[in-house]
């Protein structure tokens, strides 16, 4: 870690210091970084990357991140992943690791909700046009399904919402920003071992970052101490996860344990043979992973973020009307991330019984 701290230290305080022109005035120096990419970011700095692995390293932060590669993603974003040094101690991603997990699963805070709203969730309708009519809207769904709304929020991903017929008077920009704000490629693939031979004296304890085809792994299970098997999730993001869709979760898994075993002897034999894959990009609900901005993409649509601020000038809310927009894909804070999902869902009920409260 001493090394990595070295070598990192001058590019992270270039990027500490451009951060905080973006503290000091976000519409002034947004624009700037906004126009840029990573990779023209980093190529602008190369003086500041000693070694090709800290660039390497900085690249892979994007491709977790975002699900991109670093010429894919506005410069913005990696100054919002923030790699910090303080002495010898680094922090690859300083402003976005998860402080709580939820136990049994995050699944659990959905199913909660469900229970709650017995009977008024409908499944298997898939909408497939939203039309204005009179003070509401009509909703068709695949099933043949039609509802009329006084009010409707819709909380779908980008890449399906620009698949619906939206016959409703939407903003230019609104508009745009559905059709061309993507989701990444990320992947995570889950693979077992007995006993965890990652903690030996040459693996690592929490995490490991690498070009091994794959950007990162990490100790699936280091919070249950007591246990003696274990498993790992090996992340990947970009192009590693577009290249390896079709590629089988047992395929991918055995060439990863093999990659593996060069740095960490033993890992071959540890393998448990068992492995399981996400597949967010062929999901046909989902087409991919997180929100991520292109070059030019954030300061275009900063008006159609949700902000929260106790002045309120600075607020802003999504909605044309009576049709509210929700997800993490609208959260000026939180994009990326189930806060954001969280936030902006409260935000929208809030839009929604604000228009009750002054219609009625």
């Given at each position: ?183 990444g490629s990320n992947e995570k693939l889950y693979a077992g ?151 902006t869902g409260r935000l929208a009920a809030q839009v929604v ?8």
């Amino acid at each position: 870690m001493e090394e990595i701290a070295k070598k990192l230290r001058p590019l992270a305080a270039q990027i500490s210091i451009d951060a905080n022109l973006l503290d000091e005035n976000f519409e002034q120096f947004a624009p700037t970084f906004d126009s840029i990419s990573v990779s023209n970011y980093l190529d602008r700095h190369a003086d500041k990357i000693p070694e090709p692995f800290i660039r390497v390293l900085i690249e892979n932060t994007i491709r977790t991140e975002y699900g991109v590669e670093p010429q894919e993603s506005s410069a913005l974003q990696l100054l919002f992943n923030l790699p910090t040094v303080k002495g010898n101690t680094v922090e690859i991603l300083g402003s976005s690791d998860e402080t709580f997990a939820v136990e049994g699963g995050s699944s659990r805070i959905t199913d909660s909700l469900a229970k709650a709203l017995t009977g008024q969730i409908y499944t298997r309708m898939r909408l497939t046009s939203i039309m204005s009519w009179r003070n509401g809207f009509y909703l068709n769904f695949s099933n043949y399904y039609s509802v009329y709304a006084d009010y409707v929020i819709i909380a779908i991903p980008l890449t399906i919402l620009r698949t619906i017929n939206i016959q409703v008077n939407l903003p230019q920009n609104l508009r745009q920003f559905i059709n061309e704000v993507d989701l990444g490629s990320n992947e995570k693939l889950y693979a077992g071992f007995s006993p965890k031979v990652w903690q030996r004296e040459n693996g690592f304890v929490q995490e490991a970052w690498t070009d091994l085809g794959f950007s990162s792994a990490w100790d699936e299970t280091q919070q249950q101490t007591q246990r003696r098997d274990g498993a790992l999730t090996f992340f990947l993001g970009g192009n590693q996860a577009r290249t390896t869709s079709f590629v089988s979760s047992k395929l991918q898994g055995k060439k990863f344990v093999h990659r593996l075993e060069k740095f960490i002897p033993g890992t071959k034999d540890a393998a448990t043979g068992r492995f399981f894959k996400t597949q967010w990009t062929l999901d046909p609900l989902t087409r991919g992973a997180y929100t991520h901005f292109k070059p030019g993409q954030l300061t275009k649509f900063a008006q159609l973020f949700y902000i929260e601020s106790d002045n309120p000038q600075e607020r802003q809310n999504v909605h044309v009307g009576n049709l509210v927009f929700a997800g993490e894909h609208f959260s000026g804070d939180f994009y990326g991330y189930m806060n954001g999902a969280a936030q902006t869902g409260r935000l929208a009920a809030q839009v929604v019984a604000s228009r009750v409260r002054s219609q009625s």
